[in-house]
C-alpha cells in the first residue's frame, strides 16, 4: 500500500499539468476573430464602393448602383456592431468613448448611404453625385481614426 499515493500522483500529475487556455488569451482570440470579421466585412464595403463608383457614372447604372449600395448597406449595419482592433489599444477609461464614437460614425456613414439611395431612386444625378462625394469623403478620415496603418 505504500505504492499507491506515488502511483496516484503519477496519474494525476497530467490531470492537473494539462495546458488551459488562459482567460486573456481566450479574450485575445475572440477579439481577433471579430476583428477579422470586422475587416473582411470593410473589405466587402471597399469592393462595393468600388463598383458603385463605376455604376454612377450615367443614369442607366442606377440599378446596379442601387444593388452595390444594398450590399455596403448590409455590410455596414454588422459592422456598427462590431468593435475596431484598435479599441484594445486604449486605456479602459477611453475605450467606452472610443467604441461611441466609432458607433456614431458608423451611424453617419449609413445616414450618408441613405441620402445616396433616395438620390438613385428620384434620378436626381447632380444629388447622386453630391450624396457620392459625401459618403466618400468619409472614408479618410474614419479610416485614420478606427484604422490606423500598422506601424501609425
Known amino acids: 500500500m505504500r505504492f499507491v499515493p506515488p502511483l496516484l500522483a503519477v496519474l494525476l500529475i497530467p490531470a492537473f499539468s ?28 471597399e469592393h462595393a464602393l468600388k463598383r458603385l463608383r463605376k455604376d454612377l457614372k450615367d443614369t442607366n447604372g442606377y440599378p446596379a448602383a442601387l444593388a452595390a449600395l444594398a450590399e455596403i448597406q448590409e455590410q455596414s449595419l454588422v459592422c456598427k456592431l462590431l468593435v475596431p482592433a484598435s479599441a484594445a489599444e486604449r486605456s479602459e477609461s477611453e475605450r467606452g468613448a472610443f467604441v461611441t464614437s466609432y ?50
Open 103 to 152: 458607433r456614431r460614425t458608423m451611424v453617419d456613414f449609413l445616414t450618408r448611404q441613405l441620402e445616396l439611395e433616395a438620390a438613385l431612386l428620384d434620378q436626381d444625378a447632380e444629388a447622386v453625385k453630391s450624396a457620392f462625394e459625401r459618403l466618400r469623403a468619409m472614408e479618410d478620415s474614419s479610416h485614420e481614426r478606427f484604422a490606423p496603418e500598422e506601424g501609425d
Open 18 to 45: 494539462a495546458p488551459r487556455p488562459c482567460p486573456l488569451q481566450e479574450q485575445r482570440e475572440k477579439h481577433e476573430k471579430l476583428e477579422t470579421e470586422l475587416a473582411g466585412r470593410m473589405e466587402k464595403i
